[in-house]
């Protein structure tokens, strides 16, 4: 990253970059820094950023593209041309109820929620193929205790005991 006067060119041979320009620089995890003032960045590796353009925005890329890495690869989506090809939706804007309702929005292999504090789980399992997933990348406490009860009741080690409306007691398996 630029400090806020710019980068500073040691190299004469940089040509992409000159003195003063705020850049961002994808920068080696084991001796970058995030929002440092000074850093030691390969040019083919930085560019100019775009007037008006913040530099937190930019630092977080990195962690965005590689948890949606590691989402993809989790389903088993394969990025060589091998595998079965997969159906994806991305939950993280509002109106997305409407288009899982329409034909189009059906059987999905994995549903990626993005959205905080929503209870989509429901709807959106309704729209998975019979193998399909919903993953949910902003968790809460209440999403994560809903994740682990179904996978205990699905794997048959714990039984939901559920009080009926009427006062008396059922079994859920």
């Known amino acids: 990253m ?6 500073r060119c040691s190299n004469k041979n940089v040509k992409t970059v000159k003195k003063g320009d705020k850049v961002v620089s994808l920068l080696n995890y084991l001796n ?3 929002l440092a003032q000074y850093v030691i960045a390969e040019e083919s ?3 100019v950023r775009p007037i008006g353009s913040c530099a937190v925005e930019y630092a977080a890329l990195p962690v965005a593209g590689v948890t949606a ?3 993809l690869k989790s389903i ?3 990025f060589d041309g091998t595998g079965r090809k997969c159906n994806i939706l991305i939950t993280a804007a509002s109106g997305e109820g409407q288009r899982l309702a329409s034909p189009s929005g059906k059987l999905y292999d994995c549903v990626i929620n993005c ?3 929503t209870e ?3 709807t959106l399992e309704a729209n998975l193929t019979s193998d399909g997933k919903v993953i949910e990348v902003t968790p809460t406490p209440v999403t994560m205790a809903r994740y682990w009860m179904k996978k205990l009741v699905k794997s048959n080690k714990l039984k939901v005991f559920m009080l009926k409306l009427d006062g008396g007691f059922g079994v859920h398996d």
């Open 2 to 7: 630029g400090s806020r006067r710019g980068a």
């Open 69 to 71: 890495l590691q989402i």
């Open 45 to 47: 590796f930085t560019a």
């Open 32 to 34: 970058g820094g995030g």
């Open 120 to 122: 989509w789980s429901s």
């Open 115 to 117: 959205v905080p504090k």
């Open 76 to 78: 088993g989506a394969k």
